[in-house]
């Protein structure tokens, strides 16, 4: 059996009165992030470790910004594409793990939500889906809350 690693990385900036998504899941919040797309920082950075563990480039390469194609899109639609593009070399998803770096609000409530959202999305169990949360301890700017800060690896295995 073959495998792959990937790993991936995003940041969105915060502003006020726009919704916060994260993990394909609606979280309650005055704040959301600044994005040309859903801005799910999560997704985007899980779609990058997933395309960098077959050299494939990144989203901003297969989905850029400057088209109107991808505006306002639900990053899970995003996110499907990508497992499709994975899928059509021969390849499938693992598992992934996740590390999002917010001050606030809270995710713990919504962390199994968010596992099961990408867990069914990627076609993988739950129990393949790792997501965790952590705040700065209000240092630089995900301390002071001006963003959020996402990490994530996924191991991509061709039988």
Known sequence: M??????GYDVHALAEGLPMWLGGVRIP???????HSD?????????DALLGALALGDIG???PDTSPEWKGIDSKILLGKVVALIASQGWRVG?????????????????LTMRSVLAEVMGIPVDAVSVKAT???RLGFVGRGEGCEVWASALLVRP
Request: charged share 20%; hydrophobic share 45%; net charge negative.
């Open 95 to 111: 598992n992934a793990d996740i590390t999002i770096a917010l001050q606030r609000p809270k995710l713990a409530p919504h962390i």
């Open 61 to 63: 390469h297969l989905f």
């Open 29 to 35: 919040s005055e704040y959301g992030f600044v994005a």
């Open 2 to 7: 073959d495998i792959r690693i990937g790993n």
């Open 39 to 47: 801005g799910d920082v999560a997704i985007h950075a899980l779609c």
């Open 135 to 137: 705040t700065t301890e």
